[in-house]
């Protein structure tokens, strides 16, 4: 038996839209796409699933992009590791944590930072293609 990882693929994800209460802001994407590597598999294989990615004490840097809108690019932060467009599954991050995106087409940014970070999965993933290592 093969050991499965998973990551989330942050460029062409689709944010819908943005909660916020007085501690907590949630990220609801309608698609992100994730690649699912397989330990020695010859290839790994693209999915795409809803997810909510939420911060707790969380400091908003800039503004918030009109939803819907598709993300370009972003860093993902895990108190000392940053990961540039992708991060590893699953996310339930305790300490300095940050999301920073870039929207596409506008190229506008803004960055969420807070003390945790935790990613829900929504519903079942659904395959579109395998993809070469």
């Known amino acids: 038996m093969s050991d499965v990882s998973y990551t ?66 972003g860093d993902i932060t895990n108190n000392i590791y940053t990961y540039r467009n992708h991060a590893p599954l699953p996310i339930n991050w305790r300490g300095d944590v940050r999301c920073a995106l870039t929207v596409a087409g506008s190229g506008a940014t803004f960055a969420i930072s807070g003390d945790s970070m935790q990613l829900e999965q929504i519903a079942t993933p659904r395959y579109i293609r395998h993809i070469k290592k």
Request: aromatic letters at 6%.
């Open 8 to 73: 989330l693929q942050l460029p062409e994800a689709r944010l819908e839209s943005v909660d916020r209460d007085a501690d907590t802001i949630t990220l609801h994407f309608s698609q992100v796409q994730l690649v699912q590597e397989m330990e020695n598999a010859f290839e790994d294989s693209l999915w795409t699933q809803a997810v909510n990615l939420s911060l707790r004490d969380y400091s908003l840097n800039g503004e918030l992009p009109d939803c819907p809108c598709e993300i370009s690019s």
